[in-house]
Antibody, heavy 118, light 106 residues
Framework: QVQLVQSGAEVKKPGASVKVSCKAS????????ITWVRQATGQGLEWMGW????????GYAQKFQGRVTITRNTSISTTYMELSSLRSEDTAVYYCARVGPLRTTDYWGQGTLVTVSS | DIQMTQSPSTLSASVGDRVTITCRAS??????LAWYQQKPGKAPKFLIY???SLESGVPSRFSGSGSGTEFTLTISSLQPDDFASYYCQQYNSYWTFGQGTMVEIK
């Protein structure tokens, strides 16, 4: 069964950076893109960016350009999302998801709560 | 970025009602539109792709239509399990989600 397992909750101070991991299992890691989506409490879904784990190519939403970096380590089938210059508005649950053959997501991670507070 | 505008933001309905949610794109996206359902504390669940194609296992009471800039999600007869939030998402140029529609019990 395909699984995406994310790292645990984080508490960060304003101005800091956070790096969330997403470990894939039970499928060929480099065959499917990974995308990152976040959701603040009580708010909607917000797309942040994607990565092709095979090529390392990435694409980011304009809102996050310059603040978000998506990387991967193919040897351990893991994708990382790093968000810098954190502010209180970045408090949210961050999800990774696999982009399936239909070009939409088919499997999601469990989500990682990132809290930004002084 | 392409903007997606969803309406209404909240919809109150009863079991058995027919409900329709609308999604508008700021520019033409062809049929590169998906719909998701999300329940509190859970990751979104993918329902419809290419504007009108039902994902495997999704009940036939769900349907999608539209192309270009105007799209709809219809639930033909609302069931108790359908009370949730729904999001449209374009994937013509990168991705963008609509703001969401919460379907609540009337």
């Amino acid at each position: 069964q395909v699984q995406l397992v994310q790292s645990g909750a984080e508490v960060k101070k304003p101005g800091a950076s956070v790096k969330v991991s997403c470990k894939a299992s039970e499928y060929p890691f480099t065959n499917y893109d990974i995308t990152w989506v976040r959701q603040a409490t009580g708010q909607g879904l917000e797309w942040m960016g994607w990565m092709n784990p095979n090529s390392g190519n990435t694409g980011y939403a304009q809102k996050f350009q310059g603040r978000v970096t998506i990387t991967r380590n193919t040897s351990i089938s893991t994708t990382y999302m790093e968000l810098s210059s954190l502010r209180s508005e970045d408090t949210a649950v961050y999800y990774c998801a696999r982009v399936g053959p239909l070009r939409t997501t088919d499997y999601w991670g469990q989500g990682t709560l990132v809290t930004v507070s002084s | 970025d392409i903007q997606m505008t969803q309406s209404p933001s909240t919809l109150s309905a009863s079991v058995g009602d027919r409900v329709t949610i609308t999604c508008r794109a700021s520019q033409s996206i062809g049929t590169w539109l998906a719909w998701y359902q999300q329940k509190p504390g859970k990751a979104p669940k993918f329902l419809i792709y290419k504007a009108s194609s039902l994902e495997s296992g999704v009940p036939s009471r769900f349907s999608g239509s539209g192309s270009g800039t105007e799209f709809t999600l219809t639930i033909s007869s609302l069931q108790p399990d359908d009370f949730a939030s729904y999001y449209c998402q374009q994937y013509n140029s990168y991705w963008t989600f609509g703001q969401g529609t919460m379907v609540e019990i009337k």
